[in-house]
Each structure stands twice: as C-alpha cells, then as structure tokens.
C-alpha cells in the first residue's frame, strides 16, 4: 500500500521568510495529493490539492510542486505570517491511488513563524 | 461554507464500556470516513463508507468498531468495548463525489478519553 514519508518534522522560520515541506509517497498510481493545515484544537483543514495532471498549482501566498517521476511533492509557503503557525500534513491516496478513497497521511510539519 | 460537525467535542469513558461518536457530514456528501489521531501522531485511515455500506477498513478498524448512518443527516462510529488505547481524537470527513475526485473535509473531531 501506499506510504507517505514528509520532512521535516519541524520548521521554524521569520515572518516574510518562505517554508517548503516535502513528501515523498511510494504508489505510482497515485493522482491526487491534497495538503491540510491543522491548528490547536481544530481538524485538518484542505488547504491546497493538486492532480497528477499538472505540475504544480498556487493559491496566493501558497503553492504546490508535483514531480511524478520522483514521486514527491513540495508545499512551498511565501511571505509568511505568524497566523501560518500550524502542523501541515501532506496526504495521498491509499487504495488505487485514486482522489476520494482512503487518504494515507504523513507525520507533519510543525512549522513555527516568529515575528 | 458548509461544514462537517461532530458530537460530542470530548468525550470521558471508563474501560470496557460502549461509546457512539457522532457526526454530521456535509449535507449533499455521499462518500463518510472516520480516521484517528493519537495525541502527538498522524492520521489515520479506520473506514469509509458508501451507499450504506463499508467501502475501505484498515486494519484498526477490528471487530470491536461499527459505523452506522442512522437517518439521512447523522454517520455514527462505535466502539463496543473501549481500551486504553482508543484514547484519540477521532474525525470525521466526507467528500462530494469519490469517482469525481472530490476532496474530504475535516470536521474539528471528538476527544475521546478511556479512563
């Protein structure tokens, strides 16, 4: 089955710096790679997915890189604030590697942003 | 937006007693999953569930869990005879459509305590 490995653990940088967290994930039939934001208390949130079909995707201030071939991904966070403070897990799928189906989580990231 | 809500937000149990965690996926979701969160630790996948029937199970998910979507609005996970270490935070998620890819969203979970 599938196996997600994300580094690193934790992450400290300064407002305005930029955060990158990578996974890598073992399924070559996997498509869909979503990130989720988990702050104290509260359940993950989705804050950016991206499909097998495109290389990478932005939100604003976030963005994610795919490389297929490598079979990882890169969540890349820029102007950071300290409201970006949080535990960031990447996720793929875990059955058939298809969108929907059982998501396989990584450890985290505990990115920390002083000001 | 529309949100995923759980019930109750803690949960205290004594060992060896029943427990019923309840959710309330988003109202036009046809695809419900549970996962876990031991305290410190990742995510994990227990089940999904589909047109009224199991989908996916790992392999926490033994014969002491049941899931259950009572009416129309509510999707219930049970365990029969708690252990120490169910202690977890326990989420709920749904997505729209698993063939169309669509992505699961988080409700904030259930603190389950086993004393």
């Known amino acids: 089955g599938e196996n997600v490995e994300q580094h690193p653990s934790t992450l400290s940088v300064q407002e305005g710096d930029s955060a990158v967290i990578k996974c890598t994930y073992s399924?070559?039939?996997?498509?869909?790679f979503p990130w989720y934001k988990q702050e104290l208390g509260k359940g993950p949130q989705l804050i950016i997915d991206?499909?097998?079909?495109?290389g990478e995707k932005k939100d604003q201030r976030i963005a994610v890189t795919l490389n297929k071939t490598a079979k990882h991904f890169s969540l890349h966070i820029t102007e950071t604030q300290p409201e970006d403070s949080a535990v960031y897990f990447c996720a793929a799928p875990g059955v058939g590697g298809q969108a929907g189906t059982a998501l396989i989580f990584g450890k985290g990231t505990t990115l920390s942003v002083s000001s | 937006e529309p949100e995923v809500t759980q019930t109750p937000s803690h949960q205290v149990t004594q060992m060896g007693q029943e427990v019923i965690l309840r959710c309330v996926p988003i109202s036009n979701h046809l695809y419900f999953y549970w996962y876990r969160q031991i305290l410190g630790q990742k995510v994990e996948f227990l089940v999904s569930?589909?047109?009224?029937?199991?989908?996916?199970k790992s392999e926490i998910f033994d014969d002491q869990f049941s899931v259950e979507r009572p009416d129309g609005s509510n999707f219930t996970l049970k365990i029969r005879s708690t252990k120490l270490e169910d202690s977890a935070m326990y989420f709920c998620a749904s997505t729209l459509d698993s063939p169309q890819g669509q992505p699961q969203h988080f409700g904030d979970g259930t603190r389950l305590s086993i004393l």
């Open positions: 399924d070559s039939a996997s498509n869909y």
């Open positions: 569930f589909y047109n009224n029937e199991i989908s996916e």
């Open positions: 991206i499909r097998s079909n495109v």
